[in-house]
DNA sequence: TTAATCATGTAACACGTTACATGATTGC
DNA sequence: GCAATCATGTAACGTGTTACATGATTAA
């Protein structure tokens, strides 16, 4: 149930529309939780029948009118509730699922050609998505120069972080994949 | 569909039954796909709907009656279609989902002790699944004696560290932060 | 005139999780 | 006598994904 709660986190700083939610959302968590924009909506609706969120509607001439979200007092407490309550599973702290080391996995039935071209893109990706970290850390110098919320910016920081590092060992490990299986090839060659 | 995808992977290496296949997949797969028992079982029966998959029960004297399964050509097919359809999803090859990072974005609301004890617990879970790694080279070099799917061997160990890597990543991310957050602490109090 | 931004959703489907049920055999 | 292994599932619910629908304003 994490993106209730990543929702409740975000309204936690101040009250927003859907769509406001949606850009925070994927400016600042997308990195280690995507979320379509038709979730959300219904997330929120769910969250207000639960009680953790009321909202009122703002009628705009220029624009179409809106839906502003605020916390309620049982979200509040809910966000907290789920704050102070540690993961018990151990795996799923560390764990991931991907579709891509499932490939991996099964490349035994591809042509080895096929295997080199896969992990060639997966190498692209990943200075793709290294790149768009430092995108990242210049948002958060951003809203840091605001300051006022410091100790946000702080752990928002240290998930970038860790994103950074785990990106980074993803490129070392394509590249030492690649390297050994050319190297294998050549061998076969000779 | 990746679990699916996993299962006819499988099941390529020879027939199985739902049982046996549960056991593979948490033997190999599972540092990077998770899947319930009851969710393989229920994966089976749409596959053999498909026609990727045709099953017959052998009836057991000792233990309780079985279902084997084994690929049919369509499911071959099927593998194969997969297998050379590359993943267009930019993100989805890198991002992962966590609740673990999550917990580490909205920690600004928690109490800093408690952040600490989360990132304490989050290393001892790293320094498990390190070793938890290395029971599963182990058996890979089981298999591997074996021989005769090296092919299929080399790839799992890929898969493996890959893993290994992430998770010595995230134990040099959670001790740096470890270290910052008391670090900080320490220039508070002074 | 075309794309982007603002703004909200519904419907259907796919996939993942949890709880529960059954029952025999084997080893400690 | 109790836990583990073998062996298979159903039901309900929760979450994620995809496709679709609407319609105004503004900048290139």
Chains 1, 2 share one sequence.
């Not at 151990?90 to 764990?95: L, M």
């Not at 990706?125 to 210049?138: H, I, M, P, Q, V």
Request: hydrophobic share 40%; charged share 25%; glycine share 6%.
């Amino acid at each position: 149930m994490s993106l209730k709660h990543g929702l409740l986190g975000l309204l936690n700083a101040g009250p927003m529309t859907g769509y406001e939610l949606d850009r925070s959302f994927k400016r600042s968590l997308a990195h280690f939780w995507q979320a379509q924009t038709s979730q959300i909506y219904r997330e929120l609706t769910a969250m207000e029948e639960k009680g953790w969120l009321q909202s009122e509607e703002v009628i705009q001439t220029e624009k179409p009118n809106k839906r502003v979200y605020s916390l309620t007092e049982a979200g509040n407490e809910e966000l907290q509730r789920w704050l102070s309550t540690p993961e018990t599973d151990v795996a799923k702290a560390v764990v991931v699922r991907s579709a891509f080391l499932m490939r991996v996995f099964l490349a035994g039935e591809m042509p080895e050609e096929e295997v080199l071209t896969m992990l060639q893109h997966f190498k692209e990706e990943c200075l793709k998505t290294l790149g768009s970290f430092a995108s990242n850390r210049e948002a958060i110098a951003h809203y840091g120069a605001a300051a006022a919320h410091e100790k946000r910016v702080k752990y928002w920081e240290l998930t970038v972080m860790y994103g950074e590092s785990q990106c980074r060992a993803a490129l070392d490990w394509v590249e030492q994949a690649i390297f050994l299986l050319k190297d294998e090839k050549k061998h076969e060659a000779t």
